[in-house]
């Protein structure tokens, strides 16, 4: 069915550190995946996004890394700053973006430690 | 553009009372989308709309729960009787769906608490 599953739902790393999340989707139709954050009490942005025609796409710090065979994409962030402490939703289309429609991951909380 | 405008902000109520949140989408976008959050069931999408006409609603929870666009610039959800339950941030968002991105630009949210 229509699923994203998001890992892992916590994450605490030290400042300086790498962070990875990562998100499983169930269509192969699926072409575009979203990464949207959510500082507390504020609205989700979206951050990055990949289409399906590439494998990997950085801006700045962060980077995004798609694999259509085994329907898995990841969130990078590298050198986190305490800045970075939020919630982060992955999301995908299931199926195609033509129908504008989005499916969230159940979020995942980091926690950067200065 | 001010971006995806919503109201109340907040909003608190008693069980069997009729809500009413309000949503105007970013100007010139095509599609609205209403979701809720909660801590439990994370974000969930209720509805959402292609050109003011509802596409799908099988988000829904229940008959308790409405939603309209009489036009491109304004979308109601009500819920009619609340519940506590309900109680949630309910976030309407709008896109311009193209053959290159299919951002959504979120609003503030509305909390909703029903006692």
């Known amino acids: 069915g229509e699923n994203v599953e998001q890992h892992p739902s916590t994450l605490s790393v030290q400042e300086g550190d790498s962070a990875v999340i990562k998100c499983t989707y169930s269509?192969?139709?699926?072409?575009?995946f979203p990464w949207y954050k959510q500082e507390l009490g504020k609205r989700p942005q979206l951050i990055i996004d990949?289409?399906?025609?590439?494998g990997e796409k950085k801006d700045q710090r962060i980077a995004v890394t798609l694999n259509k065979t085994a329907k898995h994409f990841s969130l990078h962030i590298t050198e986190t700053q305490p800045e970075d402490s939020a919630v982060y939703f992955c999301?995908?289309?299931?199926?195609?973006?033509?129908?504008?429609?989005?499916?969230f991951g159940q979020g995942t909380t980091l926690q950067v430690k200065p | 553009d001010a971006g995806v405008i919503q109201s109340p902000r907040h909003e608190v109520t008693e069980m069997g009372q009729e809500v009413t949140l309000r949503c105007k989408p970013i100007?010139?976008?095509?599609?609205l989308f209403w979701y809720r959050q909660t801590m439990m069931r994370g974000l969930e999408l209720l509805i959402y709309?292609?050109?003011?006409?509802?596409?799908?609603d099988s988000g829904m929870p229940e008959d308790r729960f409405s939603a309209k666009m009489p036009n491109a610039s304004f979308s109601t959800l009500k819920i009619q009787p609340s519940e506590p339950r309900d109680s949630a941030v309910y976030f309407c968002?709008?896109?311009?769906?193209?053959?290159?991105?299919?951002?959504?630009?979120f609003g503030p949210g509305t909390r909703l608490t029903v006692l």
């Open positions: 100007s010139g976008h095509d599609y």
């Open positions: 968002a709008s896109s311009l769906v193209w053959a290159g991105s299919n951002e959504q630009f």
């Open positions: 709309f292609n050109n003011n006409v509802p596409i799908d």
């Open positions: 269509d192969s139709a699926s072409n575009y």
């Open positions: 999301a995908d289309t299931y199926g195609s973006s033509n129908t504008g429609k989005l499916i």
């Open positions: 990949i289409r399906s025609n590439v």
